[in-house]
């Protein structure tokens, strides 16, 4: 099956600084990758994902690129601010337009923002 | 927007008593999922649904568990013979489509304590 590692377990970054997190999955047929967010007490947040026919996607602050070939994807968070502090969670899936497949997550990443 | 809503948001329970826990997806969705995530941990899946039937389910969705849409409205998971390893947060979640075609969008969880 899938396996998902994500990196680092922890990240802290000064305000208005990026933040970089990155996954490695092992199943090369896997072509869904979503990022979640999930703040204390609440349900992952989809924040933004990718598909395997694309290497990069940007949506304002928010950027993920994938690396077919090393197997990895990493999500950007450019000008960081207090209320980006969460756990963010990478995954993977094989998705096809005939049915749906589970999501396998990472380990998640705590950031936290320093004003 | 349309949102998952889960209940209770807090269930405690005794070791071996049975726990229904309830999940009213987005209106216009068709795939429906139960996920859980232990304490620190990731978040990891149970079962896929769809159609009326289970479409995949993990090695954790043993014969303990079921899953049933009783009506055009709810989800249920339900646990019959509750342990103490079964303590963890629950998330449900709906898709509108395959994973392909659209995100999932989870609930913001049961927290299922088991005394």
């Known amino acids: 099956g899938e396996n998902v590692e994500q990196h680092p377990s922890t990240l802290s970054v000064q305000e208005g600084d990026s933040a970089v997190i990155k996954c490695t999955y092992s199943?090369?047929?896997?072509?869904?990758f979503p990022w979640y967010k999930q703040e204390l007490g609440k349900g992952p947040q989809l924040i933004i994902d990718?598909?395997?026919?694309?290497g990069e996607k940007k949506d304002q602050r928010i950027a993920v690129t994938l690396n077919k070939t090393a197997k990895h994807f990493s999500l950007h968070i450019t000008e960081t601010q207090p209320e980006d502090s969460a756990v963010y969670f990478c995954?993977?899936?094989?998705?096809?337009?005939?049915?749906?497949?589970?999501?396998?997550f990472g380990t998640g990443t705590r950031l936290t923002i320093i004003p | 927007e349309p949102e998952v809503t889960q209940t209770p948001s807090h269930q405690v329970t005794q070791m071996g008593q049975e726990v229904i826990l309830r999940c009213v997806p987005i209106?216009?969705?068709?795939?429906f999922y139960w996920y859980r995530q232990i304490l620190g941990q990731k978040v990891e899946f149970l079962v896929s649904?769809?159609?009326?039937?289970?479409?995949?389910k993990s090695e954790i969705f043993d014969d303990q568990f079921s899953v049933e849409r009783p009506d055009g409205s709810n989800f249920t998971l339900k646990i019959r013979s509750t342990k103490l390893e079964d303590s963890a947060m629950y998330f449900c979640?709906?898709?509108?489509?395959?994973?392909?075609?659209?995100?999932?969008?989870f609930g913001n969880g049961t927290r299922l304590t088991v005394t």
């Open positions: 209106s216009n969705h068709l795939y």
């Open positions: 199943d090369s047929a896997s072509n869904y």
């Open positions: 649904f769809y159609n009326n039937e289970i479409s995949e």
């Open positions: 990718i598909r395997s026919n694309v």
């Open positions: 979640a709906s898709s509108r489509d395959s994973y392909y075609n659209s995100p999932l969008h």
């Open positions: 995954a993977a899936s094989y998705g096809s337009n005939f049915g749906n497949e589970k999501l396998t």
